[in-house]
């Protein structure tokens, strides 16, 4: 049985974490930290996970986490890369769920992030965490960094048509829409319910964080320069992140068949992607609590544009899904251990 630490258990990252490891048949929580809640009984916080979590928060202690098999961080960006390094010198194994080692480059992720990076020389180390494309490095790697929820949703559905070089990579355009869980368990006057019902608005769209990492990891899949124009969106839900992706086709005799079976392939062997029937419009309710992305590839009107429909949910497959499929590929675990669960509905 893996002994799993979490730091940062109070956020959505964090209680998705307790969830799905409650049910996991070869892994259990052995400490979830928290300053600010420091003593309180988890399920006191979360009445959800009364009967399956029994543990109090602490206070973030590497000493004791050092005992633990891996350790997740469920918190923001500028607090894994303190803790890092002395996990990894003492042998515990790493999923950091925040941005802090996703862009491989320091002085771009500090021109993104504002600060500068603590721990450069680890950035070498991480393995991007995206199993569809990285899966035999996951599985030796010491310290993941795993990908954020837009681009995940993005990536999965460029890559096909990147690394069969079927699309301009120049001419490429990512609009997507996510649940408002997506900016974290924290008060803001933006996220209340009478500023966000019946409404819908872009942000980001000068430059978001996520881009700088998803267009590294298309660049990866292309084999040379891409060009992303990505503008999100926030909906008026809780979960859910539904990504409408546009490229130009090379050649214009390319069908919607020869695409449909191109992503069929590509992903015929990867369990939480799900490429859905020609001419299917993928929803959001349909992954909700579930660690799957769904896809649907379209030629409209038989012209060169390509149109990929991909739907998330930005808290499990884009989030905490994720990073326990990366822990059971890390501890040589069947890849879908307690993520089997079927999205909810309605």
């Known amino acids: 049985m893996l002994k799993v630490g979490i730091v940062g258990g109070t956020g959505y990252t964090g209680a998705e974490l307790l969830r799905l490891i409650a049910a996991h048949p070869d892994a259990e929580v052995a400490m979830i930290t928290s300053r600010a809640e420091d003593g309180v009984p988890v399920d006191e916080l979360f009445p959800s996970l009364r009967g399956y979590v029994d543990l109090r928060f602490t206070v973030p202690d590497v000493a004791a986490l050092s005992s633990c098999d891996v350790v997740f961080?469920?918190?923001?960006?500028?607090?894994?890369?303190?803790?890092?390094p002395e996990l990894l010198a003492a042998g515990t194994r790493v999923v950091d769920l925040s941005a802090d080692f996703r862009i491989r480059d320091a002085a771009l992720w500090s021109k993104w992030y504002n600060?500068?990076?603590?721990?450069?020389?680890?950035?070498?180390?991480a393995v991007y965490g995206l199993p569809e494309t990285n899966a035999a490095a996951i599985a030796d790697a010491k310290l993941i960094a795993c990908p954020g929820c837009y681009p995940t949703a993005v990536e999965l559905g460029f890559i096909p048509l990147l690394e069969s070089k079927l699309v301009d990579p120049s001419r490429l355009i990512a609009s997507a829409a996510s649940g408002v869980s997506g900016a974290g368990r924290q008060a803001k006057v933006d996220n209340l319910f009478a500023e966000l019902?019946?409404?819908?608005?872009?942000?980001?769209?000068?430059?978001?964080?996520h881009l700088p990492e998803i267009e590294q990891e298309l660049m990866v899949a292309a084999k040379g320069p891409v060009s992303l124009t990505?503008?999100?969106h926030l909906l008026p839900q809780v979960r859910g992140i539904h990504a409408t992706l546009f490229s130009?086709?090379?050649n214009p005799d390319t069908s919607v068949e020869q695409l449909q079976s191109l992503f069929e392939e590509r992903y015929?062997?990867?369990p939480f992607v799900d490429v859905m029937p020609p001419g299917s419009l993928p929803q959001t309710r349909t992954v909700r609590g579930a660690n799957m992305c769904r896809i649907a590839v379209h030629k409209p009107?038989?012209?060169?544009?390509?149109?990929?429909?991909?739907?998330i949910d930005n808290l499990v497959k884009g989030a905490s899904g994720q990073a326990i499929q990366n822990m059971n590929i890390m501890f040589g675990l069947p890849?879908?251990?307690?993520?089997?669960?079927?999205?909810?509905?309605?």
């Open 73 to 84: 961080f469920a918190t923001p960006h500028n607090v894994a890369m303190n803790l890092v």
């Open 335 to 346: 890849e879908t251990a307690g993520l089997q669960g079927v999205s909810l509905l309605p």
């Open 301 to 311: 009107q038989g012209r060169n544009t390509v149109v990929v429909l991909s739907v």
């Open 197 to 209: 019902s019946e409404s819908f608005k872009a942000y980001g769209v000068a430059g978001h964080r």
């Open 115 to 125: 600060e500068e990076h603590l721990c450069p020389d680890v950035l070498a180390e």
């Open 248 to 250: 130009e086709v090379s």
């Open 268 to 270: 015929a062997n990867a």
């Open 230 to 232: 990505f503008t999100p």
